[in-house]
């Protein structure tokens, strides 16, 4: 069985400050990784994947993580947030063998004080 | 930006009472999924379909739980008998060829009363 762990419940940042929200997983196999965002009331928006090669991923709005295979992490970061970016962040987890379901993480909570 | 369809946005419905819901993936997307996500943010894989036929699906939809994506029709989620306990978002959400990609739709979040 798959685990995704997000240790951070609720982080909480000012406008332009670098953010890093992180996520672990235990699995032994060969896995895709996902971060999703959640704004309030609305269902989950894809900001980048990991497979393989460069274990640095750049997403969406500036959004970049970085696979960690010693530390079975992928922690996602972002240099400069704006308020708009204060939502629900999810860490995900999928085998790499057909059209698998996702396991998630329980999601990091991220506000942005303008 | 998601084209994955959701409706309805909300349900209402007492204990004991069907709860139906819908979903149109994105155009092209063979591959549908459900999932439940709760108050407490966790998600639990439902079912899901490559074109018509159901691919997996976890004990909980056997029994009260029947969804179906029938070809030229949204497909659907079915509560046959509701209880507090299904109270939650439910997502759906579409993949194409790309395996690690899923998109989402906005939700059907259920209340039972």
């Known amino acids: 069985t798959q685990t995704v762990s997000q240790s951070d419940a609720h982080v909480t940042v000012f406008e332009g400050d670098s953010v890093e929200l992180r996520c672990n997983y235990s699995?032994?196999?060969?896995?895709?990784l996902s971060w999703y965002i959640q704004h309030h009331g609305h269902g989950l928006q894809f900001l980048l994947k990991?497979?393989?090669?460069?274990?640095v991923v750049q997403g969406v709005n500036g959004f970049e993580a970085e696979f960690s295979k010693s530390d079975s992490s992928f922690h996602l970061r972002k240099a400069s947030v704006h308020w708009s970016d204060s939502a629900v962040y999810f860490c995900?987890?999928?085998?790499?063998?057909?059209?698998?379901?996702?396991?998630f993480g329980k999601g990091t909570s991220l506000t942005v004080i303008p | 930006n998601s084209k994955v369809i959701q409706t309805p946005r909300y349900l209402v419905k007492g204990q004991g009472q069907k709860a139906k819901m819908r979903c149109i993936p994105e155009?092209?997307?063979?591959?549908v999924f459900w999932y439940q996500q709760n108050k407490n943010n966790e998600f639990k894989f439902l079912i899901n379909f490559q074109n018509q036929e159901v691919l997996q699906q976890i004990d909980m939809t056997e029994k009260r739980f029947s969804a179906e994506c029938p070809s030229n029709s949204p497909c659907s989620l079915e509560i046959q008998s509701s209880e507090a306990g299904d109270s939650a978002l439910y997502l759906c959400?579409?993949?194409?060829?790309?395996?690690?990609?899923?998109?989402f739709g906005p939700g059907t979040r259920l209340t039972v009363l």
């Open positions: 959400a579409s993949s194409g060829t790309s395996l690690a990609e899923q998109f």
């Open positions: 155009k092209g997307h063979p591959v």
């Open positions: 699995y032994g196999g060969s896995i895709y």
């Open positions: 990991y497979y393989s090669g460069n274990p």
């Open positions: 995900a987890v999928s085998m790499n063998t057909g059209y698998q379901n996702f396991y």
